[in-house]
């Protein structure tokens, strides 16, 4: 396990166009443990003082932030010359790995389910999008990059916004240049595509396209290269996911739609528009649809994997009684109290290998924490 500062990284997650992921774990004085995520810049970057520059906008931007729906920044700063980002560990799934191993596993994602990610994403935007400086400036903030990468749903049922690596907010000391295009060209809205000056109804376009691909399981504008991918952003035919998914309410297309207008006179105006209007419709079809629910289904699909999570993670106490050695049987007032071992112990003395009589595990449960 590498030591990174006063990190510890357990394991890498990802590579991006940046840096590197890695799951970390922070430890303090008097057995203090936090899990997070590291986002330490590549190497070779570490130079680069246009990647140093919008690294660390990243970090002040969304280091002001603070919503259930967004996650948060805790650290910033650099290692040997190596800068990160420390950040909230949002312990679940992209939107893109949900929906594949629900389509796998259960036949889909739940509509109600769906209609709740991108409402609870929709209300972590408009946060955003409204945010403050403490002096009371308004940030101007827009993500830029809504897309299904960036939006996690946790086995807890809460929806997190991540990633305002590209984000545009006034002030930002790495200024975008006018024209130039940053994002995931697949959910750039029309203007973002032309290069045109954005406001926050750029976002909501790209929730809009996260929305239609997770409701139809289908891509929306990806083509088969960059240009043609940007061609159809702008100008592509867009059929009504009812069209393509038998049984979507056409009240939901509705709704859908208007989100993905390509006048953004026509769209919703702010992301909590889009929020309301979803959550009308889940209203009024009288939908399970909250995070509770959410959350029962993500541990129903993921219980195997939650349970491997468990048993790496967690300490395992065994009952173990020396008595139930083999050979022959002693007076019970000849064998003595059970003591209890952990299983490092166990590894240590062998006693993990044996079977049948000659060891039984009498009780086993995850070590509960002290109290204090």
């Excluded at 769906?114 to 403050?132: E, T, V």
């Amino acid at each position: 396990m590498e030591t990174f500062g006063r990190y510890e990284l357990i394991r890498k997650l990802a590579t991006g166009g940046m840096g590197q992921i890695f799951l970390a774990r922070q430890k303090g004085p008097v057995g203090f443990q936090k899990l997070l995520v590291v986002k330490r810049i590549l190497p070779h970057l570490s130079e680069e003082d246009e990647f140093i520059r919008m690294f660390f906008d990243e970090a002040r931007i969304a280091a002001l932030l603070n919503h259930p729906n967004v996650a948060q920044i805790y650290d910033v700063g650099d290692v040997d010359g190596i800068f990160f980002i420390a950040m909230e560990y949002v312990h679940g799934q992209s939107v893109t790995a949900l929906n594949l191993q629900a389509n796998s596993a259960k036949g889909g994602l739940p509509l109600p389910l769906k209609c709740r990610i991108i409402a609870d994403a929709a209300a972590g935007l408009d946060y955003a999008h409204h945010a403050k400086s403490p002096s009371g400036r308004k940030l101007g903030l827009i993500h830029r990059d809504v897309s299904p990468q960036n939006v996690l749903v946790g086995f807890n049922g809460n929806v997190k916004l991540i990633d305002f690596g590209v984000a545009k907010a006034a002030g930002k000391v790495s200024q975008t240049v006018a024209g130039t295009i940053k994002g995931k060209y697949a959910y750039m809205s029309p203007e973002q595509a032309r290069g045109d000056e954005l406001d926050a109804r750029s976002d909501v376009f790209g929730l809009g396209t996260v929305c239609y691909e997770l409701l139809t399981s289908t891509r929306l504008f990806k083509r088969e290269s960059d240009s043609a991918t940007l061609k159809a952003v702008v100008g592509a035919k867009l059929a009504p996911p009812s069209t393509l998914v038998k049984g979507i309410p056409k009240a939901l297309d509705a709704v859908v739609m208007k989100a993905l207008a390509r006048d953004r006179a026509a769209r919703y105006q702010t992301a909590g528009e889009f929020q309301l209007a979803l959550e009308d419709f889940l209203m009024r079809q009288r939908a399970a649809a909250t995070s509770s629910h959410l959350a029962a289904f993500m541990r129903e699909l993921y219980a195997g994997e939650l349970e491997e999570e468990r048993f790496a993670s967690e300490p395992t106490v065994i009952q173990y009684h020396p008595g139930l050695r083999r050979g022959p049987s002693l007076p019970a007032s000849a064998k003595g109290p059970s003591r209890t071992l952990s299983r490092t112990e166990m590894a240590a003395s062998g006693a993990r290998s044996r079977t049948g009589t000659e060891a039984r595990a009498l009780d086993k449960k995850p070590q509960e924490p002290e109290e204090g």
